[in-house]
Every structure is written in C-alpha cells, then in structure tokens.
C-alpha cells in the first residue's frame, strides 16, 4: 500500500495520517529525503493494528509500526520523570492532536506536519518562517527536559549552516548540568553526523555560545585564547585556526576519520605555558597523549585514535615538505604511507593547515615513486642492507628527475 492508501484507509476509519518531522523540513529546503515519518492521529494501537494486521510495532517507550518499510507512530505526548535524554513518560491516545504532538518536538523546523491527503502543512510553532530565516529555534519550553538537543541543535546548525536564536542558547545554557547523563554513544552518533554536515565547525561554535563545549570536548575548549603568531595566523587564536582546518577539510572529503584528524591537529597548543606564547613549542607531542585521553573519555573507534596521533605528530613536517632536502622527503613520504592518514589524507590536512601560498603536493608524486621504486624490482634473496641501501639511492635518483 501506498502512503495514500494507508492515509485513506486511517481517514475512513476516523484518523488523520501525517508526513512529520526531518522529510517535511527537507521537503521545504527541497533537500533530498532519506527518512519518511508519519504520524497518526485519531486512532487507538488496537484501532490501528484491526486496520494493518501484518504491520509489524516495536519500540519500548512508545509503538512504532512498520508498513510497507515506513515509520507510522501514534500522535504522543511526554511527561518528564527524570533527569536524562531518557527520564520521560509517553502518553499515546487517539485523542492526542497533531498540534499537541509536534509541540513535543525539538525545534521549529522539526515541528512542521504535512496532512498526506490534502498536502496542507500543519506549521503552529512557525517552522517554515524560521527555515527561511534560517534560525534554529526551541519549538517550546519542553526544550530542557532533554538534554541531547543541547547537541541536536548544535548539529542542525553544522548541517544546515543556520544559526541558533538567542532564547535557545540560553535554554542550551540551562540543561548544561545534564549533559553528563548522555551515553558516550550517542555523543559519538551525533559526532559523525557533525563531521558529514556542510560546516562542522558550527557544531563547536554553537556548544561555546552555549557554554557547553568543555563538558565532553574540553581538549577543544582549552584552545580558546591560546594566540599565534601573527605573521603566520591572522584568522586568530588556535581555536578559530583549528575550526577553520575542520571546515576546509570537510569541504574536500567526506571521510569522518581524517575530519577528526583536523579537529584535533593541533590540540596540543591548548597546554601551551602562557609565558611561551604566541609560540608553541612541542606542541606536535604535547598532542599525542589528549588525542588518546579524548578518544578513550568519549570511546571513539580506535582508528580515530591512531589518525588524530598521526596528524598531530606530522602535521607540521608535512607544511615544510617543499623547503625539505630530498631524502628527508623520502622519509616522510615512506613514513606516511604505512600510517593510519595515507599520504592522501596528510596532503588534504596540510594544505588546509597551511598559511603560504604555495599549495603542498606530495601525494601523487610520493605514491608513484613507492609503486616505480620498490622491492619487487630486486632479487628475493638479495641480502637486506643491500636492499635497502640500493631503495634509497634508487628513490633518491627519482625524486631528482622528478619535479614536485
């Protein structure tokens, strides 16, 4: 059955099907649609299953059913119990309007309904007005009992490049205290989504502006005021420079890894002495041990780990590749090519990390060189020390000929 037949059947029998939620704010952008939600409104679960006995429900909190692939909920409302993204109580009856149900919702451009049958958008909270003004803003005061939409809205902002209306901070501001109730697996989900959005860097902006960045992201917070040297970073102190690198490397891949890698390159200028600024010596390996610290406090995969360290350990040899002597580039080239950000990814990160004009270009030429210049092209039984002598001196040759 089709979503209209579904909707004509619930119309008959006395209901009202409902497009609800991210499908109709998407619809409005004219964004493409990877979720369809609905909702119903008028009848009952025993009502609802008589009409679509093969439709399969689930859910703890509240029955969801499953027709035909789609989502259909009941009209519902929340009572707070408890602290926590999980402390509510769901009432579900069929005399819950849709008015009722959408003002349950996050935020105003979440809380947009589309009746199915007449195409008519049910819009009480203002949701459209706010799309094209691009505001995220609290659909109603219920915003605080749920202290994930501290980090939905923050997320939404980095998707949707929007900004968040003053009022909503301030909600954001005082559900602070509840973050700390959230599983580090959620923060994660909302973390990956972050880094495919258009610009994460708002993710981090909007939880500062909220004065919630330092509760699961204090190694980010911590580079707030450590200034730079002027000469080589006029955008600022080394956050502003960190969400600058996170955006333009988001802009070229849509690889969440090496996106983390940009946020956390320069991590270790956020325990750089005041009394050494703007400069900040040893800050490569100063980084090492927050990208672990980071990584196991919010149980990121381990190869989010093993890439973070590798970009806070090379990020900077990598932005002196032109002014290296060529055995030096040989050695990092082989360097970077056995770890966990390729040369590929370090090339990326490097040109969005670098202030000089000249744009860095090693991969290519450093992949060629490894698949031209290798052990296959020797003896199997030719003696190691040989081997490698002869590598060296074979790929040094290379490069000579060779204009990177």
Known sequence: MSPIEIANLIANNGGRLYLVGGAVRDEIMQRQISDYDYCIVGLSYEEVLELFPKA???????????????????????????????????????????????????????????????????????????????????????????????YRVARFAAQLDFEVSSDTIEMMKQIRPELNTLSVERI?????????????????????????????????????????????????????????????????????????????????????????LPKHLGHEERGVELVKALCERLKLPKNYEKIGVVACLEHMRAGIFNEMRIPTKIDFIERIAKSAIGLKGMEILANADNTKAKPLRFAEAGEEMLEKVNAKNYPKDIEYKVLKERLRNERIEWFKNHTI
Not at 252 to 272: P, S
Request: hydrophobic fraction near 35%; charge should be negative.
């Open 56 to 150: 399969l429900s689930y859910g703890k909190s509240f029955l969801v059913f499953n027709i035909n692939g789609n989502e259909y909920a009941l009209a519902r409302k929340e009572i707070k119990t408890s602290s926590g993204h999980k402390g509510f109580e769901i009432i579900s009856d069929k005399s819950i309007t849709i008015e009722e149900d959408l003002r349950r919702r996050d935020i105003t451009i979440n809380s947009i309904a589309k009746d199915v049958l007449t195409g008519e958008y049910k819009d009480p909270y203002k949701g459209v007005e706010d799309i094209q003004n691009k505001i995220i803003r609290a659909t109603s005061e219920a915003f605080i009992e749920d202290p994930l939409r501290v």
């Open 188 to 276: 994660y989900t909302e973390l990956v989504k972050v880094f495919k959005s258009q610009r994460p860097s708002r993710f981090f902006e909007v939880l500062r502006n909220a004065d919630s960045l330092n509760v699961h992201f204090e190694e980010i917070q911590n580079l707030i005021g450590k200034t730079q040297p002027e000469k080589y970073h006029p955008e600022g102190d080394a956050f502003n420079h960190t969400m600058i690198v996170l955006d333009k490397v988001a802009s070229q891949t849509d690889n969440d890894e090496l996106i983390f890698a940009a946020l956390v390159h320069d991590l270790g200028k956020g325990t750089t002495p005041k009394e050494m």
